[in-house]
């Protein structure tokens, strides 16, 4: 009787032994040290070392039971070899499900948990290797789009310095083409004036029988004909109707073609007495000063117009250059490829168009676009990420910053 | 040993008096008073006086189990049948018809459990004024007056209640109209054709002539009839926009109750007012119609969701019951004769001993059927429940399960909320055992199904559940959509099940998918085919931890008269108006048989229902509908579960949180402390409303609600006991204090204090309470002031767990508390949980007992078999003093047990005894 005891006694001891590690981590174990009582870690109550872990809950703050559930408060440490340890609660020691993965938790439950924590391990080791990689692939992506991005910045730069130089240069170019155009017009005015100045005179004692012949006589051959008088002479009352043949033949005095001495009889006198026909208005045409002056006036109105414009749309250019440039594209201007692109994203029926830095809109199936506002992006990265899932219905995912380049 | 519940109830006060009335309420204008109800405001218009009732005693027949007779109305000689029965258990059952009926009037199916067995009725004088039975052994009799008719049942020399007394007794006998051609046309052919059988039968039939003269007065009667005058509502009836064509024309009944000595009657459910019901003689009768009251109010008679027809009256002597079976619309008025009296007048009545006694008045007026009434003549609390068991049978026993946290919400948005809800629990360490979809996880509000983009994979996230030892509840409502493209709605109708409306066709109304129908679930086959759609292969993404939630079932109506279904549908041979009252108790029943039969009749259901009515505890829970975010709202919840608990309905709650608005998040934790011992637990809350699972308030917050949710785990071993017991004997789990202080008239009223002569333990603190006096309590945010009754041991389960399931094999802690006589008394009963194994006696029921310093237990049930893993690791024992030696006795072997004394509390702990909870055992303390 005596030996079974002692036996059973060497027995639980030996059990006590295996038992009292049991959901203590390592850092803990100090506490655990096999004596003949153990103090609750709190320094509450001393008991005997056997309740320790004996599924009896003795200490206030659970420290006796580490290993069992029988302590409201207690905890229970998961070593979880090849995994990541953690904390569960007592409550989900041999509560039938399975919480660690080396399955310390239910050492004495129906549920048949198996040691997954080398599996774990694994795809926690893989997908740390996975996020590495994505974070080097995103490192590189970014530090790519940093370059991209500086080196686009400078072109910009570069592009709007250019464009200033250019704007300047259009500014000397259209004050002098102003300054020509101004000129040209004041000769033009200047010729205008002289010509109606002392001209009246002049064009009237001119108009003998013999210049009007010879303004009449287009190819010079000493005679008029029908298709010269069509194209000089018109009626007074309408000037914009050219003569018929037989009002030619008529005025030609039924001849097909005229000399100066049948001219003198016949359409001179018409034309003298000036109440049905006269030669058909021209005037500067007949002054090559006029016409010069005139052709040098619009050409340089024509010329200021082209400088004008161009002005204008390098001008253009460079403030819309300057907005872009305005825009905080992260301190290394790794945001600034995003600046042009646009994003399609389908929620339901709904298709969310997402341009940063630019417009969002909204479309259902039935075709309708909505817009939603523009997509502003402010100084730190993370920000216009969280502004667009404001934007949209829940349960979207964003790239995250590494792996947002790869969404190109 | 009682139910500790209530206990709270009057510390509750203490702490709700700080209540903020508001202003926020019921249009009233969408629900009838009497006066807009036409039967209603005929028959009140009636006064007590002389019963134009007689009693005719030659007609009377004896039999041996019943005894009937023809009642006369002296006005319009239209004859009445009474029918009078005595039923095993001391109940009386009162049955009154037209003798000849138009045609037949209806009479409540299903709700009585069976055909009550009678007890032999015997004859013990009887003269021309009228009879004298005897109702068994008692000294109790029934005397039947013949003119006018009354009748009274007597127990000795004191009337226990009075029949007719008042004279209020009323039946519009069904009728032809009468201002109607085809009214004329009828009544004159049928002359014609009397005269011309009479001819005829003289001749030939001289038995059938012996039959007419042995009633000549009914011929002279019946001719004579008077003309009656026809009132407005008799054959239509307006309110607002709703006709009712009533095409039967009137057809209400009523009958008064007198019960001297009575001051306290209660009962009635449901509606959201004092325990203690209050006179209506200054106001509207309280209304028993089933309605999908929005936004109710509080401390008013207006009908709610459910209706059930019976009433207790109680005093020190006696506790006594009615129960009024009819389905249709029903108007109880309560008047006193103390009523409006002060206490100073009661006390001056009391030393000048005069006065007449105090006595209270009851009438009941419904609308249509016939009047079928059962007297439970108590004589204790107990009684009557046991009484009312018999008759429409017990709580149903839910899985253990169902009485744990349930989290709800108008909706879980999707599987990813679902599963990121239940990670909640876990993450912040609060125990659930169900999450709840609202109408917004079915595809456009057609139920059985799910949105195919929300809910696309059901089984998944069911299995999730499982995984964790929890389960879902779904709601399927009985509106269905009408929609040629539901499977539901098509099979219902080419089947012909849905309600028609008068002229015919399937009838239609506005609910939550638009335009709906109604099943008939009137009709048994309706019934077997709606269980049959549970079925796994039927209700697909369905799964063995997926229960259901029947909402909606008063029925709800949008765009019907007071929000429900026009009185003039048609239940193949009834109109909606006979039977209404009833819809919600037959969906709740169909959708429990569907739940059973899915598993082949092994699984316990788990089914709640907004409306119901007599009978309907068989078939799950119920909770108190559309409650709003106040703290009247929270103290309401406390008379609302205990009156339903009275008449049978044990499994209550009220939405935690409250439904409409949003709770201040003191009212949520005092919500969820009070909720953690009501007995159906679960968080509900609107669409509109921001979230509020318990973590989203704050650590300090988050923790308050961990500690009453655990508590409530805790104490779940008790809770289910309790069921059981409730299962057993019909007696309810919530209680007020005079069920457990019958004599005592201070717990009458449930007021601010109780007086009983015990001793009372904080459960958390172990103060002892003298009773006997009035005792305020100071609390905090944190302390729930909840007591154990001196001379009780309660078993719980300390070792709270993510849900109640994960618990099952867990040791259990004693906690005995002695009475003044140093003894105690409880029981433990376990079985698996969750089947019906328990009826064939697969469970464990012991005895716990503490006297003379020995505690022991004992089997209450030899014949049962289970086996537990769990254990006894602790025994709290509470007022006991230091004993030098602690010896456990099991399996005929003695080991000395360890303990630890608290002399400051008084409080003796017994460390790890660990005998099996299903064990023989005895602990001695020396």
Request: aromatic share 10%; hydrophobic share 35%.
């Amino acid at each position: 009787m005596r030996f079974q005891v002692i036996v059973a006694a060497v027995f639980w001891s030996g059990f006590v032994e295996s038992r009292k590690v049991r959901g203590i981590s390592s850092s803990y174990k100090r506490f655990y040290k096999e004596r003949k009582s153990f103090l609750c870690i709190d320094g509450s109550k001393i008991i005997p070392f056997e309740q320790v872990n004996d599924d009896y809950c003795d200490c206030e703050d659970g420290s006796d039971e580490p290993g069992t559930s029988a302590c409201p408060r207690g905890r229970f440490y998961c070593t979880n070899l090849g995994f990541r340890p953690h904390y569960i609660p007592s409550s989900r020691v041999n509560d039938g499900i399975c919480d660690c993965c080396d399955a310390s938790d239910e050492y004495n439950s129906p549920a048949h948990c198996q040691n997954t924590c080398w599996n774990l391990g694994q795809k926690e080791r893989a997908y740390v290797e996975g996020q590495m990689r994505t974070l080097d692939e995103g490192l590189r992506l970014k530090q790519q789009l940093i370059e991209e991005g500086v080196l686009l910045w400078r072109e910009k730069q570069a592009q709007l310095r250019e464009l200033q130089q250019v704007a300047e240069d259009l500014q000397i170019k259209l004050e002098e083409h102003r300054r020509r155009k101004h000129e040209a017009e004041r000769l033009k005015e200047q010729t205008l004036k002289a010509l109606e100045a002392g001209d009246s005179g002049l064009r009237h004692q001119n108009r003998t029988e013999t210049s009007i012949f010879q303004l009449l006589d287009s190819n010079k051959d000493g005679s008029i004909t029908v298709d010269e008088v069509k194209t000089k002479v018109v009626l007074v009352h309408d000037e914009e109707r050219l003569l018929s043949e037989d009002e030619a033949l008529g005025l030609l005095g039924g001849g097909h073609q005229i000399d100066l001495t049948k001219f003198r009889r016949t359409l001179w006198d018409v034309l003298t007495r000036g109440d049905s026909v006269k030669i058909k208005d021209t005037p500067g045409s007949d002054d090559p000063h006029l016409e010069a002056a005139d052709k040098a006036a619009e050409w340089e109105a024509t010329n200021l117009k082209k400088v004008e414009e161009a002005y204008e749309t390098v001008n253009m250019e460079i403030s819309d250059l300057r907005k872009k440039l305005a825009i905080d594209y992260g301190t290394d201007w790794e945001f600034l490829f995003l600046n042009s692109q646009c994003y399609k994203l389908k929620v339901y029926e709904y298709i969310y168009t997402l341009c940063p830095f630019n417009q969002v809109t909204q479309k259902n199936t039935a075709g309708t676009e909505v817009s939603l506002g523009s997509l502003s992006i402010s100084p730190h990265i993370h920000q216009p990420l969280e502004h667009i899932s404001k934007v949209l219905p829940g349960q979207l995912s964003f790239p995250s910053e590494e792996v947002l380049p790869s969404a190109r | 040993m009682a139910s500790f519940t209530e206990r709270m109830v009057p510390v509750l006060v203490l702490w709700l008096a700080v209540c903020l009335a508001e202003t926020w309420a019921v249009d009233r204008g969408n629900f009838k008073t009497c006066d807009q109800s036409a039967f209603c405001k005929r028959q009140r218009a009636l006064k007590p006086g002389e019963s134009p009732y007689r009693a005719l005693l030659e007609t009377m027949e004896l039999t041996n189990t019943r005894l009937t007779l023809q009642l006369i109305n002296d006005n319009n000689k239209v004859r009445l049948l009474l029918e009078l029965y005595r039923l095993q258990g001391n109940i009386t059952r009162v049955k009154i018809n037209e003798l000849k009926p138009l045609k037949p009037r209806y009479e409540v199916p299903d709700v009585l459990i069976r055909e009550p067995p009678t007890e032999p009725l015997s004859l013990l004088s009887q003269d021309e004024n009228g009879v004298v039975l005897s109702l068994g052994s008692e000294s109790q009799r029934v005397i039947i007056s013949a003119r006018p008719f009354r009748l009274d049942i007597m127990e000795g020399s004191d009337v226990l209640m009075s029949l007719n007394s008042r004279g209020l007794l009323t039946f519009e006998h069904l009728r032809m109209r009468k201002d109607t051609f085809s009214y004329k046309v009828t009544s004159t052919v049928a002359s014609v054709w009397d005269n011309i059988k009479r001819v005829f039968s003289s001749q030939a039939d001289p038995e059938a002539e012996k039959k007419e003269e042995a009633d000549p007065a009914n011929q002279a009667e019946t001719t004579k009839e008077e003309e009656e005058k026809v009132e407005d509502g008799m054959w239509e009836e307006t309110f607002k926009s709703h006709s009712d064509s009533k095409p039967n024309g009137p057809s209400a009944i009523s009958l008064d109750f007198s019960l001297p000595g009575v001051e306290h009657v209660y009962g009635i459910p449901e509606h959201a007012d004092t325990l203690r019901l209050k006179t209506t003689e200054n106001g509207d009768p309280y209304r028993l119609y089933n309605l999908d009251v929005f936004q109710y109010e509080l401390y008013n008679p207006m009908a709610l969701y459910g209706a059930v027809p019976v009433m207790l009256a109680h005093n020190t002597q006696r506790t006594t019951g009615i129960f009024w079976l009819n389905a249709a619309e029903t108007w109880v008025d309560i008047s006193s004769n103390t009523a409006g009296k002060t206490v100073f007048g009661k006390m001056l009545d009391y030393v000048q001993g005069s006065s007449e006694t105090p006595q209270t008045d009851v009438r009941w007026i419904s609308e249509s059927g016939i009047i079928d009434v059962f007297l439970m003549l108590g004589p204790t609390p107990k009684d009557v429940f046991s009484q009312y068991a018999s008759l429409t049978g017990t709580q149903s026993f839910p899985p253990l399960a169902s009485l744990g946290y349930h989290q709800c919400r108008w909706n879980y948005n999707d599987q990813e909320d679902v599963q990121s809800v239940d990670a909640g629990f876990d993450e912040h360490d609060i125990p659930y055992d169900f999450i709840w979809l609202d109408i917004e996880h079915t595809d456009g509000k057609r139920y059985f199904t799910w949105d195919p983009h929300k809910f696309a994979t059901p089984k998944e996230m069911l299995q999730g559940l499982m995984d964790k030892k929890r389960k879902l509840v779904a709601i399927v409502d009985p509106h269905i959509k009408v929609d040629s493209n539901y499977k539901i709605h098509n099979e219902i109708r080419s089947k012909g099940f849905y309600i028609k409306n008068k002229d015919g066709g399937d009838y239609e109304g506005w609910c939550w998918p638009g335009s709906a129908s109604y099943p008939d679930f009137f009709r048994a086959d309706m019934r077997a085919w709606w269980a049959s759609m549970f079925a796994y292969d039927q209700y697909e993404g369905s799964m063995e931890n997926m229960y259901t939630w029947n909402d909606m079932n008063e029925p709800s109506v949008f765009n019907g008269p007071e929000v429900t279904m026009h009185k003039d549908t048609v239940h193949g041979a009834w109109e909606h108006r006979d039977v209404h009252n009833l819809y919600g108790f037959y969906v709740q029943m169909a959708t429990a048989e569907g739940l059973i039969q899915r598993s082949g009749g092994i699984e316990r259901p788990f089914v709640l229902t907004r409306a119901f009515f007599a009978g309907s505890q068989r078939y799950g829970a119920v909770w108190t509908g559309d409650n709003a975010a106040e703290w009247d709202h929270l103290k309401i919840s406390i008379p609302m579960c205990l009156s339903l608990g009275l008449v049978g309905i044990s499994f209550c709650g009220a939405d935690v949180g409250g439904f409409f608005k949003s709770p201040s998040t003191e009212l949520l934790v005092r919500w969820y402390q009070t909720g953690a011992y009501q007995p159906f637990f679960r968080a509900h809350a609107h669409l509109d409303t921001p979230r509020r699972e318990p973590w989203l308030f704050g650590p300090e917050n988050t923790a308050l609600i961990r500690e009453a949710v655990r508590q409530r785990y805790t104490l779940l071993p008790y809770w289910y006991q309790q069921f059981y017991h409730a299962h057993r004997t019909g007696e309810p789990i919530m209680r007020p204090l005079w069920v457990e202080y019958p004599q005592d008239p201070a717990t009458f009223s449930c007021l601010n204090l109780f007086v009983c002569s015990q001793v009372w333990f904080d459960i958390h603190t172990f103060q002892k309470h003298n009773g006997a006096q009035n005792l305020y309590i100071p609390v905090t945010m944190s302390s729930i002031p909840v007591f154990q009754r001196g001379g009780s041991i309660i078993p719980r389960k300390v070792r709270v767990r993510r849900s109640s399931t994960c618990m099952e094999h867990d040791p259990y802690t004693l906690y005995v508390a002695l009475n003044l006589q140093r003894t105690a008394e409880g029981e433990l009963y376990i079985d698996d949980g969750h089947t019906f194994n328990y009826e064939k006696k697969e469970f464990i029921h012991r005895r716990l007992s503490f006297a003379k310093n020995i505690l022991s237990s004992v089997n209450l049930a030899p014949d049962a078999q289970f086996t537990t893993r769990s254990w006894i690791e602790r025994v709290v024992i509470l007022g006991a003093s230091k004993p030098s030696k602690v010896t456990l006795q099991t399996a005929g072997e003695y080991s000395q047990l360890e303990f630890d004394f608290d002399a400051s509390m008084s409080v003796l702990t017994l460390r790890k005894p660990g005998m099996n909870a299903g064990a023989d055992w005895t602990v001695m303390l020396q």
